[in-house]
T-cell receptor
Framework: AQRVTQPEKLLSVFKGAPVELKCNYS??????LFWYVQYSRQRLQLLLR??SRESIKGFTADLNKGETSFHLKKPFAQEEDSAMYYC???????????FGGGTRLMVKP | GAVVSQHPSWVICKSGTSVKIECRSL??????MFWYRQFPKQSLMLMAT?????????EQGVEKDKFLINHASLTLSTLTVTSAHPEDSSFYIC????????????FGPGTRLTVL
């Protein structure tokens, strides 16, 4: 069965500390993977996608096909990074996103 | 950038009534729109996928006769919750995907439905 898992519901770090939000997926084939972010009182928005191999707001995510993981990382967390983060693989039909349970990141001053 | 709006942003209704939620893509044509439901402190769960001019595809466990979806144009999809009951109270979010070269979805701000 296709599944995406974000094992941590809450991740709390101090400002300037490194942060890693974990995402593991169980999909056949090679799904396209995304990270979405939802800041307080704002709508869900795309943070980054694995095919772009880009860094957005200091965040990067590497697709590890061997471990079927797509962890989100940032070397130095900032207070404004506090938000809900969702890992979302695109279904094999290339049509719909499936969202992980989400991880709430809290960056303390 | 691409903007998706939802109306209303919140609605309170009596049990047994029907509620319509609109989702509009404001500056692009959406080939596909998606409807999600989010309970407090939980993730988004896909309810249905709709393509313009065709019937919506519902996820397993979602009653199509209760959650009516219409995607009559490339910029508008509606979700009607029929005969709403308190257990239908939730946050409903739509997203839209347009004629782009990649699979990015743009999300609306959501609609909070409370059924008394």
């Amino acid at each position: 069965a296709q599944r995406v898992t974000q094992p941590e519901k809450l991740l709390s770090v101090f400002k300037g500390a490194p942060v890693e939000l974990k995402c593991n997926y169980s999909y056949s084939g090679s799904p396209e993977l995304f990270w979405y972010v939802q800041y307080s009182r704002q709508r869900l928005q795309l943070l980054l996608r694995h095919i772009s191999r880009e860094s957005i707001k200091g965040f990067t995510a590497d697709l590890n096909k061997g471990e079927t993981s797509f962890h989100l990382k940032k070397p130095f967390a900032q207070e404004e990074d506090s938000a809900m983060y969702y890992c979302a693989p695109l279904g094999n039909a290339g049509n719909m996103l499936t969202f992980g349970g989400g991880t709430r990141l809290m960056v303390k001053p | 950038g691409a903007v998706v709006s939802q109306h209303p942003s919140w609605v309170i209704c009596k049990s047994g009534t029907s509620v319509k939620i609109e989702c509009r893509s404001l500056d692009f044509q959406a080939t596909t729109m998606f409807w999600y439901r989010q309970f407090p402190k939980q993730s988004l769960m896909l309810m249905a996928t709709s393509n313009e001019g065709s019937k919506a595809t519902y996820e397993q466990g979602v009653e199509k006769d209760k959650f009516l979806i219409n995607h009559a144009s490339l910029t508008l999809s509606t979700l009607t919750v029929t005969s709403a009951h308190p257990e239908d109270s939730s946050f409903y979010i739509c997203s839209a995907r347009g004629y782009r070269g990649y699979n990015e979805q743009f999300f609306g701000p959501g609609t909070r439905l409370t059924v008394l």
